[in-house]
C-alpha cells in the first residue's frame, strides 16, 4: 500500500482500530520513536477500553518516555485489530492519552504497530508504502 508524502508535512494516513464495542476510523501520525500506539481518553473509552493511568495498578504498565529525562506510567491496552488498507495487525499494545484536538491528527502509530510491517519512506519519489 503506497501513501503520498510531502517532505515538509507528517506522515499520516488513516487507519481503522477495533476496540470491544466498535470500530472506528482515525487519522493517524506515523511515528517510528513511539514504542507503543497512543489513543486519546474519551475515543478508547468510547471503544469500549477501560484500563486507564491509575497510580495503584499493577496490571501491565507501561513506561511512556516523553524525553530523555521525562518518564511516565500508564496502563497499556490492547485492541482487537489495526487496519490500514488492506493490512491488519491483532492485538495491537496502546496507551490512552489526552492528545491535542487541533493538530489534526487523532491517534499515534509507533512501533507496537509498525513491528508487523516494512515501513518504507521515500521523500525522493514522495510515497511511504507499508507492507507484510
Not at 496490571?59 to 518518564?71: K, M, V
Not at 506510567?73 to 490512552?96: C, P, Q
Not at 492528545?99 to 514522495?126: A, M, Q
Request: proline letters at 6%.
Amino acid at each position: 500500500m503506497k501513501i503520498p508524502i510531502s517532505p515538509d508535512k507528517p506522515l499520516t494516513l488513516f487507519v481503522r482500530i477495533k476496540g470491544p464495542v466498535c470500530t472506528r476510523e482515525f487519522r493517524a501520525l506515523v511515528d517510528t520513536g513511539s514504542d507503543l500506539c497512543v489513543i486519546p481518553v474519551e475515543d478508547a473509552r468510547d471503544m469500549g477500553m477501560q484500563n486507564f493511568y491509575n497510580p495503584d495498578c499493577e496490571n501491565n504498565p507501561a513506561f511512556i518516555r516523553l524525553s530523555n529525562t521525562c518518564y511516565f506510567e500508564a496502563e497499556s491496552l490492547v485492541m482487537e485489530k489495526v487496519m490500514v488498507g488492506d493490512i491488519e495487525a491483532e492485538n495491537v499494545d496502546f496507551v490512552a492519552l489526552t492528545l491535542p484536538r487541533d493538530g489534526g491528527i487523532d491517534v499515534i502509530l509507533g512501533r507496537s504497530f509498525l513491528k508487523n510491517f516494512k515501513l518504507t519512506v521515500d521523500y525522493e519519489k514522495g510515497f511511504m508504502s507499508i507492507e507484510r
